[in-house]
């Protein structure tokens, strides 16, 4: 252990800087997580450096461009002017900064674990610069025990006392891109810190541009909450799709069944299958619980359950193109396939994890010939070769059969009817047309 320099009043001059909003604000990872995150801190008064690791992008903000669709470059390029916000892909900058959020990606690795690599990466990158009266706020969602178990070492390994010398929270990301009434600001924020001064200074540090603040008890509540939050949706979701699967085999409507059921004032929350799970969060975080629950010995046997039918979505809408094509005494070989939508989700540009990708390669292993339309995806690149997206309706009139895998409002879904000859519709889009032409899932 390093012997570090006597700190002292740390706690109370910090306390000083965040209510004065004279604290340097840092975030590291400029992402749909990021980027947000600096925005807001930047419009409470703070001055907000962002560091990333990709040139392209800290070149586009600092020219004022934006890269995510929830914050426009008309902010970004005030806060720029303003001096409110700038980006680099310098971690020394950490010297002068008050605050720290890490806001990096955690992917999984191809056998299901978790990838720390990013995280570890900025860890290492910020204690290079750390200083004494530093706030860390971890944002990336993780395996419970993160925060105490990598970050915490890492910084007391540098001589300095968590709570005293320096603070070290985690706070989950609640970020949904493209949700028109919660974003950053009016979302609540859960955060956690390693000791209580560090909880404190967590919960100070954010109510200076949050609307919300939620202190827990410690970082592995925080770490946990954000779990118990996607592994909720998952299995939910895997549940909606089970649904889905056995309405499908009896012949009964499932999006009339859950509409019903919604009805219910109480105890029911309504679900809705679709062509599988995407995003960066839905399918992926659970399997942070589950790999390290297994070091305790407990199966998490919901998580794999849902996370085996979801995995299955894509196959089962294959199988309905194929057989609606049949039953129009076509072969899916040959056959024109058209793909409404490709983000994985309604209204955004995001393509992580989107089951339009499996949909796709699924149909073109089947000898289907493959467009698509998606007003935020102008291009998708698969196996290495690109196709870009082309008008709906005129594609559609010319394709055997359109699949809806995303329902983005500006589709014509009117239009849509009247020029497709065949419509498999996986997201009840089709909800209020009664035709021969629409299967739904
Ligand atoms: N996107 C969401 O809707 C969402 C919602 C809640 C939580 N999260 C979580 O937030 C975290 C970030 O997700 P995201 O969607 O913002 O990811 P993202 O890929 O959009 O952004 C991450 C950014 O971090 C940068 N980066 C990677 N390694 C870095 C390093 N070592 N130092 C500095 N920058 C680095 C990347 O270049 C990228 O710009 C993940 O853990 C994710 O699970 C995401």
Known sequence: ?????????????????????????????????????????????????????????????NRGESHIQDVPSSEVAKLVREKRFTATTDFSVVHDLDTINICVPTPLRKTKDPDMSFIVSAVEAVAKHFHPGLLVILESTTYPGTTDELL????EKLGYKAGTDFFLCFSPERVDPGNPTYQTYNTPKVVGGVTPACTEMGRLFFSQALQTVIPVAGTRVAEMVKLLENTFRMINIGLANEMALMCDGMGIN???VIDAAATKPFGFMPFYPGPGLGGHCIPIDPFYLSWKTKQSGIEARFIDLAGYINGNMPHFVVDKVQTALNNHGKPVKGSRVHVAGAAYKRNIDDMRESPALDIILLLKKRG???????????????????????????????????????????????????????????????????????VRL
């Open 1 to 61: 252990m390093q012997t570090a320099p006597k700190v002292v009043g740390t706690l109370e001059a910090l306390k000083e800087k965040i209510e004065s909003k004279t604290a340097r604000v840092g975030i590291v990872g400029l992402g749909y997580v990021g980027l947000p995150l600096a925005a807001e801190f930047a419009k409470a008064g703070f001055t907000v450096t962002g560091i990333d690791v990709q040139d392209s992008k800290v070149a586009g903000l």
């Open 152 to 155: 915490l070492p890492t910084f």
């Open 368 to 438: 289907a010939i493959i467009s698509y339309s998606d007003p935020f995806v102008p291009e998708l690149r698969l196996d290495g070769t690109s196709l870009y997206s082309e008008p709906l309706l005129e594609s559609a009139a010319r394709a055997d059969c359109v699949v809806i895998v995303t329902d983005h409002s500006d589709f014509d879904y009117k239009g849509l009817l009247d020029s497709a000859k065949l419509i498999v519709d996986t997201r009840n889009a089709m909800k209020r047309f009664q035709s021969e032409k629409i």
């Open 254 to 256: 499932v999006w009339e």
